[in-house]
């Protein structure tokens, strides 16, 4: 069972960048891929980024493309989300995840462990 703990997330103002971190507590990190998600309240949960296991390749949702960066550190057993020009809208609580496997997937019901969330506010 793989433990997953976010932090990082906060009040900001809009055109803010903040820097999310998911610690895992399984020494087996490097062989998971490794996802970010949110959701907003009344709305369902939606895909952000996921990134390989060794760091090499990323994908990511179009509402956060060209403003978000997915990277890991497996010395680390660590995922990062970089969300720079903060918007409104981008407001939600962000999860981590992780699945099994080598393939990078969007959708959460193929993630098999979640972390508790963490909340980002962007203030206009």
């Known amino acids: 069972q793989v433990q997953l703990v976010e932090s990082g997330g906060g009040l900001v103002q809009a055109g803010a960048s903040l820097r999310l971190s998911c610690v895992a507590s399984?020494?087996?990190?490097?062989?998971?891929?490794m996802g970010w998600f949110r959701q907003a309240p009344g709305k369902e949960r939606e895909f952000v980024a996921a990134?390989?296991?060794?760091?090499?390749?990323?994908i990511y949702g179009d509402s956060v493309k060209g403003r978000a960066t997915i990277s890991r550190d497996n010395a680390k057993k660590t995922a990062y989300l970089q969300m720079n020009s903060l918007k409104p809208e981008d407001t939600a609580v962000y999860y981590c995840?992780?699945?099994?496997?080598?393939?990078?997937?969007?959708?959460?019901?193929?993630?098999?462990?979640w972390g508790q969330g963490t909340q980002v506010t962007v203030s206009s």
């Open positions: 995840a992780a699945r099994w496997g080598p393939l990078l997937k969007t959708e959460s019901a193929l993630y098999a462990y």
């Open positions: 399984d020494r087996s990190f490097s062989t998971y891929v």
């Open positions: 990134i390989s296991r060794d760091g090499g390749s990323t």
